[in-house]
Every structure is written in C-alpha cells, then in structure tokens.
C-alpha cells in the first residue's frame, strides 16, 4: 500500500515536471519570436516554427500522463481538480507556442523590409508585459500560489488597454502615411497574437485559483479590448 501511495506521487510530481518544462518552453518560444521581430531575423523565425513541434509533442505527453493517471489511480477531490488543472494549462500553454509561431510567421512575411523603430516600440512593451504574465502565472502553478494567480488575472486588463493604444497609435500611423500600412498591418497582428498571450496567462491563472480552491472566481474578467481586425486584410 505504501508503495503505491509512493509510486502514485510520484506520477503526480511527474506531470506537475512536465507542465513546468512546457511553460519554461512556450516563455522560451514567445522571447525568441519577439527577437526575431525587433531584429527582423527571419533564420530566428524559422527556429520558432520548427521549435513549435516540440512543445505540441509535450502537449500529447502530458495529456496522456493525466489521462493514464486517472484511469488507473481514480483520484478525487484536490488530486483530480490537480490532474484536471495540468491538462487545461498543458492545453493554453500549446496556443501560447501556436501564437508564437504566428509571430515568427509574420517575421517572414515582412521579408526583410525595413520597420521603423518606433513603430515596433509599443508591439516590444506589450510582449515584455505578456512575459511577465506569462512566468507569474507559471510560478503561481508550481507553488500553488493563489494569490499570485489573482494579481494575474487582474493585470489581464492593462495588457488589453495596451493593445487598445498601440492598435490606435499603428492606424494613425497608416492614415499619416500609406508606406507604413504594410509594416503596420504586419506590426498589428502581432500586437494580436500578444494580446492573445496575456488571455492564456489568464486562463491558466483561473486554473490555477480551481485547483487551489475548488471554486472559479466570484467575479467576471475584466476586459478592456475594444479593438477589432475584421477590417484589416493580412
């Protein structure tokens, strides 16, 4: 009995480590994509893509971990809301890489033109708040930090505002000078795929407060993106 009390911690150690290994990988291909942009280096991009593959393989391994321990430990109560908790991260975490490949796509796209730095400063600040929220969340899993997850999902708010301005400070930009539209449009999608980021952050620190507490928050997210891309063409 008590081998199996050991062997089955043990295994929920394992999938914790495997999360833990994922996050560390989806931060490492988000900081590269957003290199690759500010330097416009497209043989960087195409290491972010090719990279992408390895952390959807992670993905399937952690999930068919918690899928194994389920069906043969039958956990309950905290251990299962953990198990739960692991494969919905596991899950935001393989958009998180998916989201930095879309960057180091668009890196390529822009093929080589010239970005005028100020342009790409405001895309820079955004990804280095959807970072932080990015290793906050993933230290509040591992240390179960309730309230580190709260402050989270709180600040999910001043990345939406923040896409909010740079994606007005990039239209005016456009409407100020037609040679800009392309490296623009380029430079929205991936404030974009930034803002989308700081969602996952917040997603996985709503798991994280789940599996805690075994409540969801009380009250709804706060948003406020009031942007939209329907009208702008990749």
């Known amino acids: 009995?008590?081998?199996?009390?050991?062997?089955?911690?043990?295994?929920?150690?394992?999938?914790?480590?495997?999360?833990?290994?994922?996050?560390?990988?989806?931060?490492?291909?988000v900081n590269d994509s957003i290199t690759a942009l500010t330097r416009l280096d497209v043989n960087l991009a195409h290491r972010v893509i090719a990279d992408d593959a390895r952390l959807d393989t992670l993905q399937r391994e952690a999930e068919e971990l918690a899928i194994l321990i389920i069906a043969r430990r039958q956990p309950m109560a905290s251990d299962l809301r953990e198990?739960?908790?692991?494969?919905?991260?596991?899950?935001?975490?393989?958009?998180?890489?998916?989201?930095?490949?879309?960057?180091?796509?668009?890196?390529?796209a822009i093929n080589g033109a010239v970005v005028q730095k100020r342009l790409i400063v405001g895309v820079e600040h955004l990804a280095e708040i959807a970072l932080e929220q990015l290793k906050d969340v993933l230290d509040s899993f591992t240390n179960r930090d309730d309230?580190?997850?709260?402050?989270?999902r709180q600040r999910d708010e001043e990345i939406d505002a923040l896409y909010t301005s740079l994606f007005r400070e990039l239209l005016t930009y456009m409407?100020?000078?037609?040679?800009?539209?392309?490296?623009?449009?380029h430079l929205l999608f991936c404030a974009k795929n930034i803002e989308r980021i700081g969602d996952h952050a917040t997603n996985i620190a709503e798991t994280v407060h789940y599996s805690v507490t075994g409540h969801a928050f009380e009250l709804?997210?706060?948003?406020?993106?009031?942007?939209?891309?329907?009208s702008i063409q990749p």
């Open 1 to 29: 009995m008590e081998h199996t009390i050991s062997a089955y911690e043990h295994e929920l150690r394992d999938l914790a480590g495997r999360i833990a290994r994922m996050g560390g990988f989806a931060e490492h291909l």
């Open 147 to 152: 309230s580190k997850a709260a402050a989270v």
């Open 175 to 185: 409407m100020e000078d037609p040679r800009n539209i392309s490296q623009c449009t």
């Open 220 to 230: 709804e997210r706060p948003k406020s993106d009031s942007t939209s891309l329907e």
């Open 83 to 108: 198990i739960v908790a692991a494969m919905r991260i596991s899950s935001d975490l393989e958009r998180v890489g998916d989201l930095a490949k879309n960057i180091a796509k668009r890196v390529i």
